[in-house]
């Protein structure tokens, strides 16, 4: 004789439409009932719904390109705030040496290496929104 599950599931409110949902295509109907989601009239689907195309070399290859030349302006950003930064700290570094001012001349040159980045971040982002309201 089985007993009941105490590790049971209670019902809850999804059991109903999960009953329905496995009637549905559990039983092959001979009748195609109207899916409620369609759209009405002759229009299905609809023209405005995205439909993929197949991809082929050209449209990739023409895609790739497309997205380099958009990031084109982007990619070197990280070279160039790295190279500033180094640049900078590595004046300050040699200031230092010069003139045996330890630590300031490389707390100076990290700030003017900071300066620089927030003013090459500025510049590109102006560039980019500018270019993407044409």
């Given at each position: 004789m089985p007993t009941e599950?105490?590790?049971?599931?209670?019902p809850d409110r999804f059991d109903r439409a999960d009953r329905e949902w496995a009637r549905?295509?559990?039983?092959?109907s001979h009748e195609e009932e109207p899916d409620?989601?369609?759209?009405?009239?002759?229009?299905?689907?609809?023209?405005?719904?995205y439909q993929p195309q197949r991809a082929t070399p050209g449209r990739i290859k023409d895609a790739y390109g497309d997205g380099m030349r958009e990031?084109?302006?982007h990619?070197?950003?990280?070279?160039?705030?790295g190279g500033s930064m180094?640049?900078?700290?590595?004046?300050?570094?040699l200031v230092d040496r010069w003139l045996d001012t330890t630590p300031w001349g490389v707390i100076v040159g990290?700030?003017?290496?900071?300066?620089?980045?927030?003013?090459l971040v500025v510049r590109v982002a102006n560039e980019s929104s500018s270019g993407s309201s044409r």
């Open positions: 599950d105490p590790w049971a599931d209670k549905r295509w559990a039983e092959p409620p989601l369609a759209p009405a009239g002759d229009a299905y689907p609809p023209r405005d719904v990031a084109g302006p990619l070197g950003l990280g070279i160039q705030i180094l640049l900078f700290v590595g004046l300050g570094i990290a700030a003017l290496g900071m300066v620089g980045i927030v003013a």
